[in-house]
Nanobody, 127 residues
Framework: QVQLVESGGGSVQAGGSLRLSCAAS????????LGWFRQAPGREREGVAV????????AYADSVKGRFTISRDNAKNTMYLQMNSLKPEDTAMYYC????????????????????WGQGTQVTVSS
């Protein structure tokens, strides 16, 4: 059973930074995607960033490119999302997700590529 536990959310002013962590356990092998998704009130959940364990390849939503960085510490089985230059529109519940990699890299930011989800951590950015 894959388990994911997020931490690191909070409140910050626009222009500030936060780092989210996701402790992952229960999976075997490296053919997994680890991703960050977010959902703001009244909006659909959207993919933010993803990393492929086997190769370290990453993908980002256009809205966060250049501001957010996803990384992973293999020794700690922990994934991170460094968020810089935060904007009020980044306010959302952020979720960690894991899933086996599929044949199309173009689908890695879609919810359907993931089978396991954390409980979420709230990020609030004030103007």
């Amino acid at each position: 059973q894959v388990q994911l536990v997020e931490s690191g959310g909070g409140s910050v002013q626009a222009g500030g930074s936060l780092r989210l962590s996701c402790a992952a356990s229960g999976y075997t092998g490296s053919s997994y995607l680890l991703g960050w998704f977010r959902q703001a009130p009244g909006r659909e959940r959207e993919g933010v960033a993803v990393i492929y364990i086997a190769t370290g390849s990453t993908a980002y939503a256009d809205s966060v490119k250049g501001r957010f960085t996803i990384s992973r510490d293999n020794a700690k089985n922990t994934m991170y999302l460094q968020m810089n230059s935060l904007k009020p529109e980044d306010t959302a519940m952020y979720y960690c997700a894991a899933g086996r990699v599929g044949p199309e890299w173009s689908s890695v930011l879609r919810e359907g590529s993931y089978s396991y989800w954390g409980q979420g951590t709230q990020v609030t950015v004030s103007s």
